[in-house]
């Protein structure tokens, strides 16, 4: 499948949503033309009553695409490849009670058809705080607080285009009086997102996918990835040549693990840029529930009643980007 498939989709919705918008804009136009001849100012000519969603329903979210889901294959970050499929280490640096989430989301993400991702799971010390690590997906969970998100994904992206470090977690202050569909929901969902994919589907309201990028109401229906999610995925990164049996911890090569980052006598780029503000700046968005990070210095990429993403820039080349899976408790 050429990329064209997805982006001429894109292009098509694109239009689409152009032509609404002119045609939305025009009635209003004419709406107050209509009015123009017994205004007296300029404030006369739009009613108190008057609001935009009433030419366009969800007006803040007209105007706005995410960047997962306005993302084609070519144009999406990925990690380095050969082009023969993604070989990536998921460390695992969740409590226990998480595991079987966990194993299940990495089993089913490594066993996809077109085989695309060759898996490699190795175990850390438990860390809530999921500090990045340079080339692995890191997977946490802790109780985050009333956050409004029950799942977010961190990805550190390099020169726009690469994908060098992904962290996921799992906020347990909504999650952990869940179910068993909404925590593996939301697992399948934010590592889907440190390969780089993007949501398949924002709309609440339509039938559900089948597939864990779909936003949905309904987790059972989408606990796992789909056909979809591959396919897309073959797009960035190629179809694998082995097998895809997941690598367990003690199959882990020694050079790739977890490197010991702080208290090391040689700093690396990565812990000089990234580690010496992630303390500070990760804490802070994710606590913010006053949708203000603009305040410190993140940039809005999307809004959604269900999610969000801002970026900000670390210099060196790096880029942070974090989305937000809200919690149903947002929308009540």
Not at 78 to 105: P, T
Not at 167 to 172: F, P, Q, V
């Amino acid at each position: 499948m050429g990329a064209s498939n997805y982006n001429g989709g894109g292009l098509r919705c694109g239009f689409c949503r152009c032509l609404i918008g002119f045609l939305a804009l025009t009635g209003i136009g004419i709406f107050l033309a209509v009015h123009l001849t017994d205004a007296n100012t300029p404030a006369d000519l739009i009613p108190n009553n008057f609001k935009p969603s009433d030419f366009i329903p969800n007006w803040e979210e007209f105007f706005h695409e995410d960047p997962f889901n306005a993302t084609g294959p070519d144009d999406a970050p990925r990690w380095r490849n050969s082009g023969n499929g993604l070989n990536l280490e998921i460390v695992n640096a969740l409590d226990e009670r998480w595991n079987v989430y966990f194993d299940r989301a990495v089993q089913e993400w490594d066993a996809g058809n077109p085989d695309v991702l060759d898996l490699t799971t190795s175990a850390s010390s438990v860390d809530s705080s999921c500090q990045a690590v340079e080339g692995v997906m890191k997977v946490c969970n802790g109780n985050y607080g009333d956050t409004r998100w029950k799942g977010i994904n961190e990805v550190i992206i390099e020169n726009g285009v690469r994908i060098i470090s992904s962290t996921a977690k799992m906020n347990e202050f909504y999650l952990s009086g869940g179910n068993d569909a909404q925590k593996q929901y939301t697992m399948c969902h934010e590592i889907g997102h440190g390969f780089g994919l993007p949501h398949t589907d924002e709309n609440f309201n339509n039938a559900n996918t089948g597939e864990c990028m779909d936003y949905t109401s309904q987790p059972e229906a989408n606990m796992q990835p789909g056909e979809a999610n591959f396919l897309f995925l073959q797009e960035m990164y190629g179809t694998q040549t082995g097998g895809n049996t997941v690598a367990s911890a003690s199959e882990v090569p020694t050079d790739r693990r977890i490197p010991a980052l702080r208290g090391s006598a040689t700093i690396s780029w990565f812990e000089d840029v990234v580690l010496s503000v992630w303390d500070d700046l990760i804490p802070k968005i994710e606590g913010r529930v006053d949708e203000r990070e603009h305040e410190d210095g993140w940039q809005l990429v999307h809004r959604s009643l269900h999610g969000s993403a801002h970026e900000m820039y670390l210099g060196k080349g790096l880029v942070v980007r974090v989305h937000k899976l809200f919690s149903s408790e947002r929308l009540e």
